[in-house]
């Protein structure tokens, strides 16, 4: 069985950095595609970006484009979502996700989730 532990997220001022990390354990991440998405208070999961399990292939929500980067190093079985230029809409608890090889953008299609990880953007 593979477990997932999200970290890295924490209060943080509007404008700045954050890097959340996704590593794995129980199982190489070789051979998954890794999604990340959030929840924020109220409001429904949404999809933030993914990559496929080669690392060759990224997606991500239109919105976050060109603020939000998601990278993997399959040596540490770890996947990674830099943050840039938080706003505080960014607020939300954040999931990643793991699915066979392709990334896609539906919750749906992931098979194991982690526990999430809180990132709160303060102005």
């Known amino acids: 069985q593979v477990r997932l532990v999200e970290s890295g997220g924490r209060l943080v001022q509007a404008g700045g950095s954050l890097r959340l990390s996704c590593a794995a354990s129980?199982?190489?991440?070789?051979?998954?595609?890794v999604g990340w998405f959030r929840q924020a208070p109220g409001k429904e999961r949404e999809f933030v970006a993914a990559i496929d399990w080669s690392g060759d292939s990224t997606y991500y929500t239109d919105p976050l484009k060109g603020r939000f980067t998601i990278t993997r190093d399959n040596a540490l079985n770890t996947v990674y979502l830099q943050l840039n230029s938080l706003k505080p809409e960014d607020t939300a608890d954040y999931y990643c996700?793991?699915?066979?090889?392709?990334?896609?953008?539906?919750?749906?299609?992931?098979?194991?989730w982690g526990q999430g990880t809180q990132v709160t953007v303060s102005l």
């Open positions: 996700a793991l699915r066979p090889f392709r990334a896609t953008m539906k919750s749906n299609d992931y098979l194991y």
């Open positions: 129980g199982r190489t991440l070789r051979t998954y595609a």
